[in-house]
Structures are given as C-alpha cells and as structure tokens.
C-alpha cells in the first residue's frame, strides 16, 4: 500500500502557513516572490483570515487567527509560525473521504465544508499521516 494515498490525488495544491500577523507576513511574501497576493479572504467557519500567494503552478496561503479559539491561534499558540499544513487537489471530495476512511486514516471532518480559493476541504487527522496535517480540497463548480 505504500504511496497509495497519493495515487487519486492531482498535485499539491497548496501549502499552508500560520502566521501571527497577515498584513506583516503578506510584506514579507510580497519581497520574497516579487509580487503581491492574488486573493484574500476571511473564511468564517474557520475564524481565519487568508493570503495567497501564487508561485508557478504552487499556491501558498498564509493564514492568521480572526478568533482565539480558531485552529490557527491554538496552533501558533503551541507550535509557533510555520507550516500548518499540505492540501492535495482531488476530483471527487467525497468518494476521497470514503477511500481515506477505508484505508484507515483519520478523517477530520463528516462533510466537507467550504473553505478559502472557492473550495470545498476536509482534513486528515496528523496522527495518522506521519504528523502531517493533511487538506483534501476539491474546486467547487461555478
């Protein structure tokens, strides 16, 4: 079964990053990749604010707590800023969900929810990718 996870995913789609300040981390993204974010956005369910950055065909989001019982503050809150997590483009968010489960992993979520970039998410559990925070994330049709 090795690399089987990855065998019905498309490509990385982004890497996200926890940051304790949007607006300084954009500054920094900004000088590092000579150019501004494409999008932002606050992502409600979430209680996070979002940054992205395109780097050739890689996306990068940068993501700041809005609320202190987000994920993210809790996050910066023991780990400190950095890597958050890997999010894997599929075609089905749903038949992924059933395949994940069925192979043992921890999914995260019952149903996938909408999250930032006009997608809908899920996550894995780290516990069961090698600590790792895993997002499926499939774009929603407009």
């Known amino acids: 079964m090795r690399g089987f996870l990855f065998e019905k995913m498309n490509k990385i789609e982004h890497i ?3 940051v304790k300040d949007l607006e300084a981390a954009n500054e920094v993204y900004t000088k590092l990749f000579g150019k501004p ?7 409600e369910s979430e209680n996070v604010s979002t940054s992205f950055f395109k780097v050739g065909e890689s996306k990068i989001e940068l993501l700041e707590a809005s609320a202190p019982e987000s994920a993210i503050a809790k996050y910066i809150e023991r780990k400190g800023e950095g890597i958050h997590h890997i999010a894997y483009a599929v075609d089905d968010i749903k038949l992924e969900m059933i395949r994940m489960k069925a192979e043992g992993f921890i999914v995260l979520n019952d149903e996938p929810k909408k999250g930032a970039d006009n997608k809908l998410v899920c996550f894995l559990h780290p516990k069961s990718t090698n600590g790792v925070l895993i997002e499926l994330c499939q774009e929603i049709s407009k």
């Open 37 to 43: 974010p494409y999008k932002t956005e606050t992502v």
């Open 16 to 18: 996200g990053i926890a």
